[in-house]
């Protein structure tokens, strides 16, 4: 019996330990590194008090599922990389480059050519300079909207400005794609989990939906979201939590392995 009592004691440990130090060692995830800004992870003074005293969650500060920074408006400030985009961009628009100093060696096989011809970062830079230059806070995420009072217009339908629009002039540039074949991504992207794993109480294939130009496989809205609310386990009628954004990592593999 009291062996039995170390043996739990002892797993209890080594549990306690691997959660806590879930992500920190290299290739383990992002969970508990410096890039996780919730009260659990190592950015966590970085962070946003609001947040963490909510949900916690990991992808928000720079990824959102709706409503994020449209491509267009991302490329007026030289930002032509935004997968689902969350964070305010840097304001820095003019850059130096890389310099060696003022007495490099002019002749052409040691001259840098780098330093001759870098222009300014790409898109997927300015990604990471949006924090670390300094120019924007870390917790400067989410693009502000207005909700009107009123709910919808005169005929019922929503007005733009509706914080619960989606998809408004057929745009769906800023949401999370939906419309595709979920096996056909998972087997050419190796960080997206198999159909088989859990999504909430249900499996991801089991919430794959029939799309005429895709067939039955198709990930839609109610991949994420439970229309009924009546088996989900998370917010907003979605299917599991986004607490720590166990939604995001239910099929976002290795962003939290
Ligand atoms: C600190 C900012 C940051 C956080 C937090 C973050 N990401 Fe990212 N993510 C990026 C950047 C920057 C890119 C583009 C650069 C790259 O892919 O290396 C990216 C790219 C992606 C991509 C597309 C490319 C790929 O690697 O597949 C996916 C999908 C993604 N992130 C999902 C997530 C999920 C899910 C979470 C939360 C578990 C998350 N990210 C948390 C910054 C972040
Ligand atoms: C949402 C803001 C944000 C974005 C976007 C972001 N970072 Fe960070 N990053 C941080 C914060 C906060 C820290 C922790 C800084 C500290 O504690 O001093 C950090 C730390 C780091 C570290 C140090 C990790 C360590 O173990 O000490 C590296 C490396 C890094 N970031 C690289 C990047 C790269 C590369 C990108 C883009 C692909 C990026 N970051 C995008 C906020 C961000
Ligand atoms: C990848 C999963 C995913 C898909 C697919 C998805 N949603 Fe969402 N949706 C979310 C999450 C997560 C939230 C909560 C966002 C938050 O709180 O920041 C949300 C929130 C919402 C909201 C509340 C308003 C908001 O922006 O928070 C509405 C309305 C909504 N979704 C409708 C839809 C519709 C309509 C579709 C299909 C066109 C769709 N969703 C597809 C994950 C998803
Ligand atoms: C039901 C599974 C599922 C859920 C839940 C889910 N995703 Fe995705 N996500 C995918 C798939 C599949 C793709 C498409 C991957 C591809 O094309 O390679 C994708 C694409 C993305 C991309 C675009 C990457 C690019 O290359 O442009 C980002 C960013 C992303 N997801 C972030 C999130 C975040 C943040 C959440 C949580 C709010 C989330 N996802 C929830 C399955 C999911």
Same mark, same amino acid.
């Given at each position: 019996m009291r062996k039995l009592f170390v043996l739990f004691l002892t797993l209890g440990i080594v549990l306690m330990a691997s959660a806590v130090m879930? #992500? @920190?060692?290299? #290739?383990?995830?992002? #969970?508990? @590194?410096?890039?996780? *800004?919730?009260? *659990?992870? =190592? =950015?966590v003074l970085w962070g946003d008090t609001a947040e963490q005293a909510g949900l916690n969650r990991i992808c928000i500060y720079c990824h959102a599922p709706h409503h994020t920074i449209k491509p267009a408006d991302a490329a007026t400030v =030289?930002?032509?990389?935004?997968?689902l985009w969350n964070h305010a961009l840097t304001t820095t628009t003019s850059w130096t480059m890389y310099s060696n100093g003022s007495e490099e060696p002019s002749d052409a096989n040691h001259a840098s050519y780098a330093e001759a011809n870098a222009v300014e970062p790409g898109g997927i830079s300015k990604l990471c300079l949006s924090?670390?230059?300094? @120019?924007?806070?870390?917790?400067?995420y989410g693009t502000a909207q207005t909700c009107p009072?009123?709910?919808?217009a005169a005929d019922k339908t929503f007005v733009a400005t509706n914080c619960n629009v989606i998809g408004y002039n057929g745009d769906l540039t800023n949401h999370h794609p939906i419309g595709f074949d979920y096996a056909a991504a998972q087997a050419s992207d190796d960080e997206i989990e198999p159909t088989t794993s859990s999504l909430g109480a249900y499996t991801i294939g089991q919430l794959l939906w029939y799309n005429?130009?895709?067939?039955?496989?198709s990930m839609e809205c109610s991949t994420c979201h439970d229309v009924h609310n009546s088996k989900n386990t998370g917010e907003?009628? *979605?299917?599991?939590?986004?607490?720590?954004?166990g939604l995001c990592l239910a099929c976002h593999l290795g962003k939290n392995q």
């Open positions: 879930a #992500g @920190t060692a290299p #290739g383990s995830g992002i #969970g508990g @590194t410096p890039h996780d *800004l919730s009260s *659990l992870g =190592g =950015g =030289g930002v032509n990389y935004v997968p924090c670390h230059d300094a @120019t924007v806070a870390t917790n400067a009072t009123s709910k919808g005429g130009s895709v067939g039955a496989d907003k009628f *979605l299917w599991t939590t986004e607490a720590q954004s």
